[in-house]
């Protein structure tokens, strides 16, 4: 089995009681959703869809920010930054 797992860093908000998940190398694989578990999850699939459909189209799939340096520029009150990762084999 050929494993293709990919991790983004990810800021995770609360808006007007829906959570976003948007990543900022990658928004396109944002995501929001009334549920946090289900945003996360979608985001996971969103994460793998992005990547694919970049990878499918020759297209420059950038590297991930490290985690540290999105801690630093997104982390304040209420939000909460954490990689997602995810295996591109599943999609």
Known sequence: MDYHIVSYPAVISEEAGKTKV??????????????????LMRAEIGLALTVIDLESHHEEVPQPTDLEKVIEEFQKN??????I?????EY
């Open 85 to 89: 990762t995810t295996d591109l084999d």
């Open 78 to 83: 209420g939000v909460q930054v954490q990689a």
């Open 22 to 39: 948007h990543f900022p190398d990658l928004p396109d694989a944002d995501v929001l959703d009334d549920n946090k578990w289900n945003a």
